[in-house]
């Protein structure tokens, strides 16, 4: 693929935040790159907007990182994290070269040889 790791994919996709800083300021916030592949960050918005909602996994992650607030800047911050999770996992699939699997379905055995 063009992408060695799930880190330079986050940034092409515009999940990475980046920080801009001016010699030794450091005026603002990290913050993900507009200039970025709009269609596959909207593909995958719209994929982790479907997993919150299906998968308990990421939807206990993304409760977590609310942190009971409700408040829209923390919402959008918890899922671009979750994005994060989905392209980690589409690179742990791919290294692997094996289908997904959920954690139900695997043995302790099959879990620690992952990991």
């Not at 920080?19 to 300021?25: A, I, K, L, P, Y």
């Not at 709009?38 to 995958?44: F, T, V």
């Not at 996994?57 to 959008?76: A, I, P, V, W």
């Not at 690179?91 to 040889?113: H, P, V, Y």
Request: proline share 3%.
């Amino acid at each position: 693929t063009a992408f060695e790791t799930a880190r330079q994919y986050a940034s092409y996709v515009g999940v990475a935040p980046h920080f801009r800083t001016s010699g030794t300021s450091v005026r603002w916030r990290p913050r993900p790159s507009a200039r970025c592949d709009g269609q596959a960050k909207a593909d995958l918005s719209m994929a982790a907007l479907i997993t919150v909602q299906y998968d308990a996994e990421l939807q206990s992650f993304y409760n977590r990182k609310l942190g009971g607030k409700q408040d829209s800047d923390t919402k959008r911050k918890a899922l671009n994290a979750v994005k994060f999770k989905l392209i980690l996992r589409m690179f742990a699939i791919g290294k692997q070269n094996r289908k997904w699997e959920t954690l139900d379905s695997m043995s302790n055995n099959e879990i620690l040889a992952i990991s």
